[in-house]
């Protein structure tokens, strides 16, 4: 089964907030189509009382047997790169995931006390994806399942739960 990896930069949005309970919330931002020549955990930038950090590398995967998901997410009108974060239990946030699959993107956010984003898929990576897409996707035809008949003249059949099925009890 043919595979392709690809190792993308996370930057994250540090916000100061309001709020007696919580100093500061941290977001994904924006996917970096390689990888900067910062350290991850480097600031970055800042304006008032947001800050910009390079969190860190993150490894995308592209299988062949997920091509009909990553086309829907090419044709959505907005492609996008799932991206999850996760507090450390030193307090840093670290990538936890990134992927291009829309639906394992949306298993993200099981995990509650990640931070997950759908950011826009850079074109470098867009076009990756693409070139992956064309060469691995294979259409698979819809099969409807068809239901058995019943048979009209067969006895019913109550269950092991229904009185008529009791041991000791005739019908």
């Not at 100093?23 to 970055?44: C, K, M, N, Y």
Request: glycine fraction near 8%.
């Amino acid at each position: 089964m043919p595979v392709q990896h690809l190792t993308v930069g996370i930057v994250a949005v540090k916000r100061k907030l309001n709020n007696p309970w919580v100093d500061f919330e941290w977001l994904p931002e924006a996917v970096l189509p390689g990888l900067p020549a910062v350290a991850p955990g480097t600031r970055i930038g800042a304006e008032g009382a947001v800050e910009r950090w390079y969190i860190g590398p993150a490894d995308i995967t592209f299988h062949s047997g997920e091509t009909a998901h990553y086309r829907d997410n090419l044709v959505s009108g907005r492609p996008a790169v799932w991206v999850a974060l996760r507090e450390g239990a030193d307090g840093a946030w670290t990538v936890a995931g990134a992927t291009v699959d829309p639906y394992e993107g949306e298993a993200f956010v099981d995990v509650v006390t990640d931070k997950v984003e759908a950011l826009p898929m850079p074109h470098e990576i867009a076009v990756d994806l693409q070139a992956f897409v064309d060469a691995h996707h294979v259409d698979q035809p819809f099969f409807k399942r068809k239901r058995d008949r019943k048979d009209p003249h067969a006895e019913p059949d109550y269950g092991l739960g229904h009185p008529a099925r009791q041991p000791g009890r005739r019908s």
